[in-house]
């Protein structure tokens, strides 16, 4: 089994740390990098090609459900895992429709 390469979007550093913090103590995971925002995903996404992206819907400027589909394209095998405090259904199919792996 590899190793999963993760990065975090949220825009409060609070979540941030307590993933960072799930992440560093579970095998087969490595951090690569750490976003504020939509514009801030694309950019570290191009440079550190991530298995694994996990997002925030609600975030300043770029969205999430708007990241997605620019995610999928900058790296086309990257996994997206929505997590957010949204829990309308509008949000789950949107996000899935636009690419997401998953949401919570």
Not at 10 to 15: K, L, P, R, Y
Not at 54 to 83: E, F, M, T, Y
């Amino acid at each position: 089994m590899g190793v999963t390469r993760v990065l975090i979007c949220d825009d409060h550093a609070v979540v941030r740390a307590g993933l960072r913090l799930i992440l560093e103590t579970r095998p087969g995971f490595v951090l690569v990098g750490e976003a504020t925002n939509g514009q801030e995903v694309l950019a570290q996404a191009r440079q550190t090609q991530p298995d694994l992206v996990i997002l925030d819907l609600s975030l300043p400027g770029v969205s999430g459900l708007a990241a997605i589909p620019a995610l999928r394209q900058a790296v086309p095998n990257v996994k997206v895992l929505v997590l957010t405090v949204h829990e309308d259904e509008a949000y789950f199919f949107t996000a899935l429709q636009a690419g997401a792996a998953g949401y919570m």
